[in-house]
C-alpha cells in the first residue's frame, strides 16, 4: 500500500511501566499513546501479542490468533468490578526494571481466574457481550481454548504427550474433553474476551490520536500449539504427529552451525488446494488486531531452509521453494473484496532481513512491499546497503530492532574500525550516539522511520530485549514510569518538524 513519510517507536506491552510486574494494556499503555501523540509521531510498533509459551517468547506462541493474558490490565479488571483493590494485597515485590516470568504468571494467573469466578455474576450486557464474542471467534476460539484446557489438564505438557485419543482428535475423545473440562474451556475464553476488549478499546484510542499500530506475524508457528495440535494436514508432520522437518537459518558468520528453530513446517501444497484458508484467516484476524502487518522471516515465502527434525544443529539442511508469488496473490485478492480496511493494497512491511537472494527481491517488487533497513547493520564501509545513502524511499528504517544491542550497546561493543567508520560518516563525536542514529534515520529518504524505546532513552546493553539463540534472559525489560519525559518529547516533536514526518 501507499505509505505516508511518517515516524514512530518500537515498544513491546511488556516493556511499558506498571505495578503489576509486566507491562500490560491498561493505564500507562494510554499514558504511552498520549506521550507518543504528542511527539508528533504517528506509528507504535509491537511484537506478537499471542499468548507466549516456551522460553516466553512473543515468537512461540500457543496460537496465532489469541491474545497474551499476561497483559490484561488489572486496574481494567478492577474498573469493570470484576476486581477489587483487596484481590491485589498479595501483588508480589515486582522489579520495576525487568519481567520476572517465573515470579509473574502464578500470580497474574491466580488475578484472572478470581476475574472469571466474579464473572459467573457480571451484568448481563457484559456476558451478552461475552458470547457475542466466542460466537463471532468460534473459528479459533474454540480449538484454542479446548488445546489449552487440555494441556492444563495434562501438567502443562506438550500435546504430542498426551494421550493418543486426544493427540489425534478422536471425536469421542474430544466430545468428552468437552464436557469434563467445559468450565476451565469457559475461563480460557474470558481470558480472550478480556484481552481484546482491552486491546480494541486501546487501539480505537491510538487511532483517535492519529497513531497506528504495527503488528508482527511470524511466518512460523510454534509446535506446541492450538494450530498445529488442530490443523496437523497443514504441517509435515508424521503419523504419530511429530514433525518430519523443521526451520532454522544454515551456518553464517555469526553461527557455525546454523540457528535451529525447531518451528515446524508448512505444507504449502496443502494450503494451496483449499487457497491459504489459514493463512487468509491469520492476515484477517491481525488486521482485526492492528493496522499494519510486518511479516517476520519474509524470506522463508521466497525460499524456507529444511531441517530434518532428528538433527540437533542446522548444519545439514537444504533450501526449499515457498508459497511465492502465489500466496500474496491470493491475499492481495482477499484484502481487495472488501476486507482491506486501508482500501490501497497490502498493509505489509517484509522482514527482509538476513540471506536476501533475487527470489525475495522480485516477491518484493511484485507487491511493491517495503522492507527493511537497520542501520546498526550499516557500518563496515560505503556501499553498505543498510547506510542511508542507499535506501529508496519505499522501505522502513530502523536504528535497531528488538533482535539487536541498543546503539549503545552496540557502539561499546563494536570493532574499532566500524565505530571510526560510523564517527567518519555521521560527522559525530559518539557521545550521543543512539541519537545520532535516530537522527540519520529521521532525515533518510525512508517512508517510515522507526526507533526502539531504548534507543530514544539512550540506554546501553543492559536494556537489550533480545538475543536470538540464547535461552534464558529474554523479552524482560521494561521501561520506567518516569521514562516519558518532556523533553525528550520535545526532541522527537522538533526533529518529525524538521524531517517532515
Not at 499513546?33 to 507466549?52: A, E, F, H, M, R
Not at 480494541?200 to 500449539?225: C, M, T
Amino acid at each position: 500500500m501507499t505509505f505516508k513519510r511518517s515516524s514512530g517507536i518500537l515498544l513491546h506491552p511488556t516493556s511499558l511501566p506498571s505495578p503489576y510486574g509486566i507491562g500490560d494494556i491498561g493505564p500507562q499503555a494510554y499514558r504511552f499513546i498520549d506521550w507518543l501523540s504528542s511527539t508528533g509521531s504517528k506509528l507504535w510498533q509491537v511484537l506478537p501479542l499471542g499468548p507466549t509459551g516456551y522460553g516466553d517468547s512473543p515468537y512461540q506462541c500457543f496460537s496465532a490468533f489469541a491474545g497474551n493474558p499476561y497483559l490484561i490490565s488489572p486496574d481494567d479488571l478492577i474498573a469493570e468490578e470484576l476486581l477489587t483493590q483487596d484481590d491485589l494485597l498479595d501483588k508480589p515485590d515486582f522489579h520495576a526494571s525487568h519481567v520476572d516470568f517465573g515470579l509473574l504468571i502464578p500470580w497474574k494467573l491466580d488475578l484472572l481466574q478470581k476475574a472469571f469466578s466474579r464473572f459467573q455474576s457480571a451484568p448481563e450486557h457484559l456476558r451478552e457481550s461475552f458470547d457475542y464474542f466466542r460466537a463471532d471467534n468460534a473459528s479459533w476460539l474454540d480449538d484454542y481454548t479446548l488445546f489449552m484446557a487440555l494441556k492444563e489438564s495434562n501438567g502443562g505438557g506438550a500435546w504430542n504427550g498426551w494421550p493418543e485419543a486426544l493427540r489425534k482428535r478422536r471425536k469421542s475423545a474430544l466430545k468428552k474433553a468437552h464436557n469434563e473440562l467445559a468450565e476451565t474451556i469457559m475461563r480460557y475464553a474470558f481470558y480472550q474476551f478480556i484481552f481484546f476488549r482491552q486491546w480494541n478499546k486501546l487501539r480505537a484510542y491510538a487511532n483517535e490520536r492519529g497513531i497506528q499500530i504495527i503488528g508482527d506475524i511470524p511466518i512460523f508457528v510454534a509446535y506446541d500449539s492450538s494450530d498445529v495440535w488442530s490443523h496437523p494436514e497443514l504441517f509435515f508432520l508424521d503419523k504419530e504427529g511429530n514433525p518430519t522437518v523443521v526451520a532454522g537459518v544454515p551456518p553464517d558468520a555469526f553461527s557455525t552451525t546454523g540457528q535451529l528453530w525447531g518451528n515446524p513446517l508448512y505444507n504449502w501444497e496443502v494450503h494451496k488446494k483449499d487457497g491459504y484458508a489459514w493463512w487468509l484467516s491469520r492476515v484477517h484476524a491481525s488486521l482485526q488486531t492492528v493496522d499494519i502487518i510486518r511479516f517476520d522471516h519474509f524470506r522463508g515465502f521466497a525460499g524456507y531452509y529444511e531441517i530434518p527434525a532428528d538433527h540437533k544443529t542446522a548444519e545439514f539442511g537444504h533450501w526449499v521453494t515457498g508459497p511465492g508469488k502465489d500466496l500474496f496473490r491470493a491475499v492481495d485478492k482477499f484484502l481487495g473484496d472488501g476486507l482491506n480496511i486501508h482500501g490501497t493494497g497490502l498493509p505489509i512491511i517484509a522482514e527482509d532481513l538476513g540471506l536476501v537472494t533475487p527470489d525475495v527481491i522480485e516477491l518484493l517488487a511484485a507487491f511493491d512491499l517495503p522492507g527493511m533497513k537497520v542501520l546498526q547493520f550499516g557500518f563496515s564501509g560505503p556501499d553498505n546497503p543498510f547506510l542511508p545513502h542507499n535506501y529508496v524511499p519505499n522501505c522502513v528504517a530502523y536504528t535497531g530492532t528488538h533482535d539487536n544491542d541498543t546503539a549503545h550497546g552496540w557502539f561499546k561493543s563494536a570493532e574499532q574500525h566500524e565505530r571510526e567508520f560510523a564517527m567518519r560518516y555521521l560527522s559525530i563525536s559518539g557521545t550521543d550516539f543512539a541519537w545520532d542514529l535516530i537522527r540519520a534515520v529521521w532525515k533518510s529518504v525512508a517512508v517510515f522511520a522507526i526507533t526502539p524505546m531504548q534507543d530514544v532513552l539512550a540506554l546501553g546493553g543492559e536494556a537489550r530485549m533480545n538475543f536470538p539463540s540464547k535461552l534464558g534472559g529474554n523479552w524482560e525489560w521494561r521501561m520506567n514510569e518516569s521514562d516519558l519525559r518532556e523533553d525528550l518529547a520535545a526532541g522527537l516533536r522538533d526533529l518529525n518538524w524538521l524531517t517532515n514526518r
